[in-house]
Structure formats: structure tokens, C-alpha cells
């Protein structure tokens, strides 16, 4: 399977390597590595792995995720964004229930960021104190219209005191400025 990178392409099987600052290096038998770096505008800026009916696009032994950690209270709208965060946790105790606006980030949708056919997974960690409170409402670049949100078990109707809630959402681009969120929430106590 040939990987095309700008001009550069590399046939058969690709190796993904990365020096101990990060940079990756893409390279098949027999050609020169075409190097993966931040903010370099010679090379393509997203990499696609496409396998075939018997064989996978892209295996992956392990992966590190960036998780957004603050000292806030979950309340009003959260604005949450995918480009920045695969996890938020909020270590304060939440105050009132929230609404969760999933986006790209301040300057792009995420209508924008993905195409149709794509999903994406994220968590939000919640710390709830005596008194709880939940999610309650799910937007996509800060609306709710073209969203379809379907809970497990049935939509949260209270938060579980004394504890960390974890929601995760799976966020499934249908069509153009159309979502469907597949969302749960579970709860982890000491």
C-alpha cells in the first residue's frame, strides 16, 4: 500500500519511528524517511492509514493521550475542545448542572474538523461533592440543533454525590453540521 506525503511517496511496508524529542519519521524498505514535524509546512499535516478488506490500516501499541486537568467546577456551558483534550477532568466540586459544548477549539468547528463518516471519543471527569449534579445538556459547535444525543440506560437525571462522574461521548459526524452522540456516565468513589 503506497503512503503519498505531499510528493514523497513511500511503497510497501511503512515503518513509523521517533527520536527521544518526538519526531517522527515515516520510511519503507530501500527509500529516505520522509520526517514528521510540528508546524512543518513541507509535508502533509494529517497522515491517513487505509488497510483493506484483510488487513488493518494502522496498529497501535500504545498511545498517550492529552488529558486537561483544572481546578474548576463543572456549571453554565463548558466549552470543550477535541484538538486540545482527549480528557477533561474538573477537580472541584460541581456547582449546578452544565451543558457540554463539544467544538474543534475557540477558532474552528467541529463541523470543520471532521468529515463526515468520522467519530471521535472523549472523556469528561467530573468531581461531585455532597451535593451532585449532572450533564444536561450535549451541543456541537454550540447548538443543540443536529444533534442527536442518546444516553446508556436513559439520560442522566442526577449526579452521584461524593465522588468522580466520568461521561464519555462518541461523537459520530452524519452529515454536513449533523452529529449523532453516543454518551454514558459512570461513577468512581473511594
Do not use: C, H
Request: hydrophobic share 45%.
Amino acid at each position: 500500500m503506497p503512503v503519498t506525503i505531499n510528493a514523497d511517496t513511500i511503497t510497501g511496508a511503512a515503518v513509523v519511528t521517533a527520536d527521544a524529542s518526538g519526531v517522527l519519521a515515516l520510511q519503507s524498505a530501500g527509500t529516505t524517511a520522509v520526517t514528521l514535524q510540528s508546524g512543518d509546512t513541507t509535508i502533509a499535516q494529517k497522515l491517513t492509514a487505509v488497510g483493506t478488506a484483510s488487513i488493518a490500516g494502522l496498529k497501535i501499541a500504545d498511545v498517550l493521550e492529552n488529558a486537561t486537568v483544572s481546578a474548576i467546577a463543572a456549571t453554565g456551558t463548558i466549552a470543550y475542545d477535541v484538538t486540545t483534550q482527549a480528557v477533561l477532568y474538573y477537580t472541584s466540586n460541581a456547582s449546578a448542572n452544565w451543558t457540554v459544548n463539544f467544538r474543534g477549539s475557540s477558532g474552528t468547528s467541529l463541523n470543520t474538523l471532521m468529515a463526515t463518516g468520522e467519530s471521535l471519543t472523549v472523556a469528561f471527569l467530573v468531581t461531585q461533592g455532597s451535593t451532585a449534579y449532572y450533564n444536561n445538556v450535549v451541543q456541537v459547535d454550540g447548538t443543540t440543533s443536529g444533534v442527536t444525543t442518546r444516553w446508556l440506560g436513559g439520560a442522566p437525571t442526577a449526579g452521584n454525590a461524593s465522588g468522580i462522574d466520568s461521561y464519555r461521548y462518541l461523537i459520530i459526524k452524519t452529515a454536513n453540521a449533523t452529529f449523532t452522540v453516543l454518551a454514558s456516565v459512570v461513577q468512581f468513589k473511594a
